[in-house]
Structure formats: C-alpha cells, structure tokens
C-alpha cells in the first residue's frame, strides 16, 4: 500500500473577502481542491505528509501563498514554479450566508500544472490518497487533462487511492459536452467520487440522487457521497445506500467552502478506517463547522473539535 501522505491537485486562488460588509478586503488562499487539503491536514495525524500539487509564479503573491502553505504543515512537492507566472484570484460578496464569485483568472500558474510530466509524477508517486477535482480538469488544456488523468492512473497502479469530485462549473468549460468527455476520463481512475447532486443533474441530467449513484455504479465507482446541500448525503458503498442526515446549523454565517470540508471530513474518516456512513456523519459535523465561520478555510482547532479529533 501506498503510503507517503496525502495529495490534492488544483488550482489554490488569492481570495478577497469582507468587502462587501465594510469597504475593506482581507487577503487570503482558497480553491476546492486546496480547501479539501486544508481539512485533511487538519484532520489527519500531524506525522502524515500533506502536500498541494499545482503551478506556482514566482512573484510575490506566489510567494506568500507558498510560505502560508508551509506556516500550516502543507508542501507542495515537486510544483514547478514559472517564471513570470503569478496565482489566480478571485472575490467573495456575501448576501446573509450566500456567497458569490468574481473570478480573474484565465492565466493563472496552475494552468500549467501537468507540463511537466516527470515533476507530475514525483509528486504524486507513492501516495496513500490523492484528491482532485472537475475545477482541476477544467483549468487546464485538453492534452493537460490527459497528461494528468494518465498520471493519476499510475499513481493508482502504485496502490494510491483516488478521490475525485466532479465539481461542475459551467463558465470553466467550452462546452458541456466537454465536461461530461473529461469528466468520464477522471471517473475511469477513481475510487471514490464525491459528487454534489444539483450539479450532476444540471450536466447529466439526474433526476434523483440515486440515479447519480446509480449512474456513477455504472462507471465502475466502488464508493460514492453523493451530497445535496442541506438534505441527506447519499452513499453507494458495496451495493448497499445509505442517507446520511445533514448536520443542522441554526445560524450559518458563510456557506463558502462547506462541500470541500465536507469531502476533507469524509476521505481523512476513511483514512482512520471509519466506515463510509461513520464518515459521512463526521464530515456533515465538519461542513456544519466551516459553515460557522467567515471563509473557506475553518481554524485547525475548529475542524478538529468537530470531527471529534
């Protein structure tokens, strides 16, 4: 088994928040992938090695975003940093708890994190877990796509386990049509998806949770989570369903990152060899968790006191 930590590949963005409530923007570091990671260094034995796997610039902002990485215990591997490249950013405007997005973001570093196929590699070789998503596959080109889908396939024969959330995101793709071929690619060397239900029924068309189960069954997928919000996650596991109930959150002050918390909840449960409906249980206390304070990235202290670490 495979056994050096655990690895999430994406895109890590600056993040503005706060200036719609008082004029005054905080900088910060988010992205799903990385937010998955966040919980999962978190949640995880502190000796586990957690690294993100992307393309950094060599500016400042890069700079910085790195050096936080390393002040909370996660690497980065072997991420090649380009010159004159620089993060992506984007800005959060909140209305009550919801939250919506400005992205800039179309030449970002981490549009280039599969051309170094040899540094792809090292990094993901000899990993227990390795995360990644449909925001990853969208951000990068057609051939990267497949550079990085090839990857994870070796990873897998090396005997790391794949997690892959689906994560659709209408504006990061040409077409949908090109989201559903990537996205069947990535399902092909997955273990286990975590895909949120009203995304999968805007692009697959589902009518229910249990057709998204049923259909990513289908796919070869031996665990699925199948999220939906503030209703009961739906587990697929060695034929059997289960729904989990949400954890309830009487006064919610940011929904941003509560998916990805979730899915760091899940997968570092699964690592300590909780069963999936345990784990589903544990992850619903960690997304209630984020959903109790501002931003993506919940303190440490808080992940742990939820998921009971």
């Known amino acids: 088994m495979a056994n050096h930590g655990v690895a999430s590949i994406g895109e890590c963005m600056l993040e503005l928040s706060g200036g719609s409530q008082t004029g005054d923007w905080k900088l910060g570091y988010a992205g799903d992938t990385f937010n998955t990671l966040w919980a999962l260094r ?3 034995p502190d000796e586990t090695p957690a690294d993100y796997v992307s393309a950094f610039g060599d ?5 910085q975003q790195i050096a936080f990485f390393r002040q909370h215990d996660i690497g980065t591997a072997a991420s090649p940093v380009i010159p004159g490249a620089r993060p992506g950013l984007y800005a959060i405007t909140l209305d009550g708890a919801e939250r919506s997005f400005t992205y800039w973001r179309s030449d970002a570093a981490a549009r280039r994190l599969a051309d170094d196929t040899n540094a792809l590699a090292k990094s993901l070789e000899n990993r227990q ?3 990644f998503s449909g925001i990853t596959l969208a951000v990068l ?4 796509r497949s550079i990085l889908v090839n990857a994870l396939k070796q990873a897998r024969v090396g005997g790391s386990l794949i997690a892959f959330d689906p994560n659709y995101r209408p504006r990061l793709w040409p077409s949908p049509d090109a989201a559903r071929g990537a996205i069947a690619k990535a399902l092909e060397v997955t273990d286990i998806a975590l ?12 009518a229910t949770p249990a057709d998204t189960a049923r259909r990513l069954a289908e796919a070869g ?6 999220k939906n919000g503030d209703k009961s996650t739906l587990l697929l596991f060695e034929g059997k369903t289960a729904e989990i109930p949400v954890e309830p959150v009487s006064n919610p002050v940011d929904t941003t990152g509560a998916g990805d918390s979730f899915n760091g909840g899940y997968l570092a449960a699964r690592l300590a060899d909780d069963t999936p409906d345990g784990a589903a249980g544990r992850a619903h206390r960690v997304a209630a968790a984020c959903i109790k304070v501002h931003g993506a990235l919940a303190p440490f202290e808080v992940l742990r006191k939820a998921f009971g670490r």
């Open 42 to 44: 978190a949640l995880t």
């Open 59 to 63: 500016d400042p902002f890069s700079q």
């Open 129 to 131: 877990l390795i995360y």
């Open 141 to 144: 080109s057609e051939a990267g």
């Open 195 to 206: 895909p949120t239900f009203p995304d999968e029924a805007e692009l697959f068309g589902d």
């Open 221 to 226: 997928i031996g665990e699925i989570a199948v």
